[in-house]
């Protein structure tokens, strides 16, 4: 009887007309609002635009979804529009499509997030995101604020293809084979004046049109990462809002102030990281990011100089240099020897350091390190302050900065001609070895010709006869 009773009791959930049946082939999880957050990693391409699997047909109205994520799923074409829904989050990511039909998301007008990543999409039609007709507007869809289209096969974009969601805060297009950012993309992009987050990183960019980003006027954050750039791009200094940049792994070998960052008064983090061929930031080169607070530079391998006025700026006519307020840097795993103690105002006023895996001359130029940053360090961050180590001269390289900070000890200098006597050592050894050798070899060579030593010095006559007699053959009898 009570096999019986369980086996009614599933099949009456199973059969539950109020179960969505989305929850019966997917993961679903209730939110603290009682919604339900949809999880498809297996494929459901047949039922995805089923009424059934949408609305409630016994109550007329739609399953309170409010996120939906379908992934793993042959969908090669969206042809079809999805049901009305009240669904907020949309994530069709990690599929195989590679069509978008005109109006299929309409009917999703209270959609504010769509992630088309990780597809197969080249080409965009104008009319993929059309929605709703509303009086006084040309047929928006209207909620949209999000929208990623990463990591697909998009050249280009037709310059009306954000007409209808002109409310995007936040456009992904990265890994995306741009190149560069033709007329149709670039006005595509500055259509939306409400945008706040752009992601360009690594679509192959080597320049941005002049002017582009004047437009958006809320950009807030931007990601140019991942790209061919060689020069910081001019039109960053037309931006009225940015405060967030990463520009990491760019090819630029050396920063300089002609190549460097334009004016840019509202940046506050920039990100400057993992580039292969920097070398050198020069004099002036960050020293127009006068609100900068946060600077993230390191894994440049190559990185062996940061000019002391690098980052602080001296106006025309003016006394005093100024500096940025930075608050965090972040420096390791480049190539530095060492670094000026002016490169920011003042040490004291940093919430975070980072000056790891460098590699750091311990000798008097750095001896600024140890009187007045090693105390700091200490104090905003013990393990990273013990951790510098000495690469240079030799005889320190066992030692850390820490080791000479705890036995106060004053780091030599080079002199005049930067000469560094430990490199010469086994130089002067073989020099003084071959002296030692070489003259009792003299005095002995003197000593045997004094002697006449087996004749080998003595051109008398004599020597002459002797020596013709011992080279002389006897017979069996001891006569010639």
Wanted: net charge negative.
């Amino acid at each position: 009887m009570l096999l019986l009773f369980l086996l009614s009791l599933v099949l009456s959930v199973i059969s539950d007309p109020n179960v969505p049946p989305f929850c019966e082939k997917c993961n679903c999880v209730n939110d603290d609002n009682n919604q339900l957050q949809v999880t498809c990693t297996k494929d459901i391409s047949s039922y995805i635009f089923d009424k059934s699997f949408w609305i409630n047909q016994n109550e007329s109205k739609s399953y309170s979804y409010t996120k939906i994520k379908i992934q793993n799923s042959p969908i090669l074409e969206l042809k079809s529009q999805f049901p009305d829904s009240n669904l907020i989050e949309l994530s069709l990511s990690n599929n195989s499509i590679v069509r978008i039909g005109n109006d299929v998301f309409s009917n999703l007008q209270n959609m504010q997030l769509l992630d088309l990543s990780y597809n197969n999409i080249e080409i965009l039609h104008p009319d993929t995101f059309d929605g709703q007709y509303l009086e006084g507007d040309w047929r928006p869809l209207k909620s949209l604020i999000k929208l990623y289209l990463a990591h697909n096969k998009i050249h280009t974009l037709d310059k009306d293809i954000f007409e209808h969601t002109s409310r995007i805060e936040v456009l992904s297009l990265s890994h995306n084979p741009l190149k560069i950012l033709d007329q149709a993309t670039a006005i595509a992009i500055t259509s939306l004046v409400f945008l706040k987050d752009l992601d360009l990183s690594y679509t192959g960019l080597a320049s941005l049109p002049a002017g582009f980003l004047h437009t958006p006027k809320y950009l807030i954050f931007l990601d140019l990462s991942g790209n061919r750039f060689r020069e910081v791009p001019e039109t960053l200094g037309d931006a009225h809002s940015l405060e967030t940049l990463y520009f990491n792994n760019n090819p630029i070998v050396n920063l300089t102030s002609k190549n460097g960052f334009p004016e840019i008064p509202t940046l506050k983090y920039l990100h400057f990281s993992s580039m292969p061929n920097l070398v050198n930031i020069s004099k002036a080169s960050l020293s127009k990011l006068v609100n900068l607070t946060e600077f993230y530079c390191y894994n440049n391998p190559k990185l062996s100089n940061i000019d002391r006025e690098a980052i602080s700026s001296r106006r025309d006519g003016a006394e005093y240099k100024t500096w940025p307020p930075i608050k965090k840097l972040f420096l390791q795993n480049n190539k530095l020897a060492s670094i000026d103690m002016e490169i920011i105002l003042n040490w004291k006023d940093l919430d975070a350091l980072d000056l790891t895996e460098n590699a750091w001359t311990c000798e008097c130029e750095n001896q600024w390190m140890i009187d007045e940053l090693m105390p700091i360090y200490l104090q905003l961050d013990e393990d990273k302050a013990k951790a510098l180590k000495c690469e240079a001269p030799i005889e320190m390289a066992s030692l850390t900065l820490y080791d000479i900070y705890q036995k106060q000890t004053t780091m030599r200098c080079l002199d005049l001609y930067g000469h560094r006597p430990e490199r010469d050592g086994v130089l002067l050894v073989g020099i003084l070895a071959g002296v030692l050798i070489t003259i009792p070899l003299i005095l002995f060579i003197i000593y045997a010709y004094q002697r006449h030593w087996f004749g080998l010095f003595d051109s008398s006559p004599a020597a002459f006869s002797r020596q013709f007699y011992k080279r002389t053959v006897s017979s069996e009898d001891g006569y010639l």
